[in-house]
């Protein structure tokens, strides 16, 4: 068991629980918001979680994430998409756990592109990157878990409202079960 873990997620309205920290949607916030929080304390773990878009059919309920990658990095020709040119951070980050893939980006997806399918794309989100490149380039291990809100569709808007906070209690007993979760 870690000594000391630092629980991440976008909104409260994700989990409303004491002592998480809440950053905010997007890549910029959620930069923000956890490198500030890591320069009052280092925990050995942050473990992420928050909403995503399934982007198959089959996905559903709450998943880990074993690698992380930018979507939205268009910066062709200097660079392939997904990755920041002069940059040294990897393109796709690992987080050491078996789980899905879950690519990352500053826009609400409603439909797959072709560029996610070649990518293995399981999921996305709107932070995970961020999170995951702080904890990189501070040295923290992270974990991400994922509750399916909605399948990326025309429709995300409205299934993401209404299951924005229907994965909180299967995060908050597997954290238990893992032995993850941290003194609130």
Known sequence: MHA??????????????????????GKINATYALTKALQHSKPDLVVNY??????KLNLTGL?????????????EP?????????DTTPAILESGYPGVVCGSGDHFVTEA????TSQGVDVVDMELFAIASVCRREGVPWRAFKSI????DRESGDGWQAHISSGR????????????????
């Open 50 to 55: 928050g909403t995503a878009g399934g982007l």
């Open 113 to 116: 592109d072709a560029w996610l």
């Open 78 to 86: 200097l660079a392939p998409r997904g990755s920041t040119p002069f």
């Open 4 to 25: 000391s873990i630092l629980i991440v997620t976008a909104l409260r309205e994700e989990l409303d629980h004491p002592g998480v920290l809440y950053t905010g949607l």
């Open 149 to 152: 809100s909605d399948h990326a």
């Open 169 to 184: 209690a299967e995060f908050l007993a597997t954290i238990e079960r893992l032995q993850l979760a941290p003194h609130f």
């Open 63 to 75: 998943l880990e994430v074993a690698q992380v990658l930018q979507v939205d990095m268009l910066a």
